[in-house]
């Protein structure tokens, strides 16, 4: 069974914006970190921002900091990526993810939702 589902991908003109959500399944309550992933055809999946859930600090990939902003919502269990200003080179396949380290590479994560579509025309 997935942990995580993630919703809100879709098309979106180059300078638009996109809303992600992850919801979780009741499955990830001893999760410290919660994070998001990419990853392009052809390509590993990369690092984006990651968010401990304790203190509510934020990490962010150089290529989108300023741009997208990661936050959670205890209540409804659920996580976000508000994605401003996206450039053509967003376009990828997101992955929400949980885990107990503060880390960038994706094997520190122990759950993962099974990706949504965004597309970013030029």
């Known amino acids: 069974q997935v942990q995580l589902v993630e919703s809100g991908g879709g098309l979106v003109q180059a300078g638009g914006s996109l809303r992600l959500s992850c919801a979780d399944n009741?499955?990830?309550?001893?999760?410290?970190?919660m994070g998001w992933f990419r990853q392009a055809p052809g390509k590993g999946r990369e690092f984006v921002a990651a968010?401990?859930?304790?203190?509510?600090?934020?990490k962010y990939a150089d290529s989108v900091k300023d741009r997208f902003t990661i936050s959670r919502d205890d209540a409804k269990k659920n996580l976000f990526l508000q994605m401003n200003s996206l450039k053509p080179e967003d376009t990828a396949v997101y992955y929400c993810?949980?885990?107990?380290?503060?880390?960038?590479?994706?094997?520190?994560?122990?759950?993962w939702g099974q990706g949504t579509q965004v597309t970013v025309s030029s």
């Open positions: 993810a949980a885990g107990n380290f503060f880390a960038e590479t994706p094997n520190r994560y122990d759950y």
């Open positions: 009741g499955r990830t309550f001893t999760s410290n970190v």
């Open positions: 968010l401990l859930l304790k203190s509510g600090r934020t």
